[in-house]
């Protein structure tokens, strides 16, 4: 299976994973800027599709209010994201039926998103 939920990160494992992300994100710049215009592997667009997925739940089961559905992901707070996460991991079979169905959408949008990229660009002879 491509895609395994996780469970869910206690408050000092979340601030740790920031930091080291936060200390990655020029690495992480550089790499994006070199692999824009490409497609990206199986695994990321498979990550994006279980993220999409996950919404589709939330969405779904109303797991989130609309006042907070509206704040998701970014701005909701550590217990409301772990509380969330909680709910999340009874759905979990569910989320992993829906990942492959989903994978076909982001594949779509990725090539299209690489079309409008490539469409300004002029070749030189």
Do not use: C
């Not at 589709?56 to 797991?63: D, F, G, N, R």
């Not at 829906?98 to 959408?105: A, H, N, S």
């Amino acid at each position: 299976m491509l895609y395994e939920v996780q469970k869910p990160l206690s408050p000092s494992q979340r601030r740790k994973k920031a930091l080291v992300f936060k200390k990655s994100l020029h690495k992480r710049l550089k790499t994006m800027q070199r692999n824009a215009g490409r497609m990206p592997p199986k695994e990321i667009l498979m990550k994006r599709a279980a993220t999409k997925a996950k919404l589709a739940v939330i969405k779904k089961k109303k797991l989130l209010s609309p006042e907070l559905l509206v704040l998701y992901p970014s701005q909701l707070t550590i217990p409301q994201k772990v509380a969330l996460e909680k709910k999340l991991s009874k759905y979990r079979s569910l989320i992993a039926k829906i990942t492959p169905k989903l994978f076909k959408v982001v594949l779509k949008q990725q090539k299209d998103k690489i079309k409008q990229q490539n469409v300004g660009e002029v070749e030189w002879d």
